[in-house]
């Protein structure tokens, strides 16, 4: 646990020194595009943690550079240890942009006539940090996997084949009535709650399995 204390302040350091001032530049953005109409609470909501999960999986490049990675493993941290905190601290960071995010929207529903963000809304905002966590898991497996540059060349890359690939099943459904019927039938009798335990559940699919595979992807470095 030693090792994990001192890689969580190392992080938290890093996110204070260069990270703040970019938190706070999209709690203000959140707020001026509500004000001005731009976008409701659900959204700001859900785009701050969204931001943070992202942001938690790129402090790992801050560690490649200047042979950091060499200097972290000559501390008490082995690469078990390196991999646990990483998922450890995009889990506080996701928590944490999504309570800022819950208070920016609440701030906008007291101030903002017509706006509104009820505890039917909270609750998904709920279910959206395992997404958040899912996504998080899905950065620190890619930054593990590629190096430098290529790991920020890749994550774009990923981003776009996923939005590509929802579009495409999404045009697939419009143009076939009776898949879309089915689905839509589908849908209703599993019920908002059977929707939102299924996205956990495969939330956390997905998060397991991107920390095995960072697991064995550190196994392999070299340093």
């Not at 659900?42 to 200097?71: C, K, L, Q, R, W």
């Not at 593990?144 to 495409?168: M, N, Q, T």
Request: glycine share 8%; hydrophobic share 55%.
């Amino acid at each position: 646990m030693k090792g994990i204390r001192g890689l969580l302040e190392k992080d938290f350091r890093l996110f204070f020194r260069q990270g703040s001032n970019l938190f706070l530049m999209l709690a203000f953005m959140a707020l001026f595009f509500i004000l001005t109409g731009k976008t409701g609470a659900t959204f700001i909501a859900m785009y701050i943690p969204s931001v943070m999960a992202v942001y938690s999986g790129n402090t790992i490049s801050y560690d490649e550079n200047e042979h950091g990675y060499t200097y972290l493993f000559s501390l008490p941290v082995n690469k078990k240890i390196y991999v646990r905190e990483k998922y450890m601290f995009s889990f506080i960071m996701t928590v944490f942009g999504w309570g800022i995010g819950v208070i920016c929207a609440g701030i906008a529903v007291f101030i903002k006539p017509g706006e509104v963000f009820d505890l039917e809304m909270l609750a998904m905002e709920l279910i959206t940090i395992f997404v958040f966590q899912a996504i998080a898991g899905i950065v620190i497996a890619i930054r593990l996997r590629f190096v430098g540059e290529k790991g920020r060349f890749v994550l774009p890359i990923a981003v776009l084949i996923v939005f590509a690939s929802c579009y495409i099943i999404g045009f697939f459904v419009r143009a076939n009535s009776g898949l879309k019927e089915s689905i839509s039938y589908m849908i209703g009798e599993t019920g908002d709650f059977g929707i939102a335990i299924a996205l956990i559940v495969l939330s956390l699919i997905v998060w397991f399995a991107s920390y095995k595979y960072s697991m064995r992807v550190m196994k392999k470095k070299e340093f």
